[in-house]
């Protein structure tokens, strides 16, 4: 084997690897409910590698999901006051 074919045959080793990294980190993603476009960003070198980062960043992700919405919230829940006493009708009515 020439040295051109090994580095051919480690160069397709290493795009192999990605892919299955990338579909792993994918798949971890959908079923933790994150966006799957970050899994391109969160590949390791091999599987437990792409599970530390891929559950690191769903930890995170989450934890400032979390945070922007109790920002948005307001801090004290809205008191609902009830109605007013009803006035009588007046005028002309609808006929049923």
């Known amino acids: 084997?020439?040295?051109?074919?090994?580095?051919?045959?480690?160069?397709?080793?290493r795009e192999k690897t990605a892919r299955e990294q990338t579909e792993r980190a994918r798949t971890a993603l959908d079923t933790a409910g994150v966006p799957a476009e970050f899994a391109a960003l969160l590949i390791?070198?091999?599987?437990g590698d792409t599970d530390g980062r891929v559950g690191t960043f769903v930890k995170t992700?989450?934890?400032?999901l979390s945070q922007d919405v109790r920002s948005r919230l307001p801090e004290?829940?809205?008191?609902?006051t009830p109605p007013g006493p009803q006035r009588a009708?007046?005028?002309?009515q609808r006929l049923r």
């Open 1 to 13: 084997m020439s040295e051109e074919e090994k580095q051919e045959l480690e160069t397709l080793r």
């Open 76 to 80: 004290k829940s809205p008191v609902v």
């Open 44 to 47: 390791g070198g091999d599987d």
């Open 61 to 64: 992700y989450q934890a400032a």
């Open 89 to 92: 009708k007046r005028g002309i």
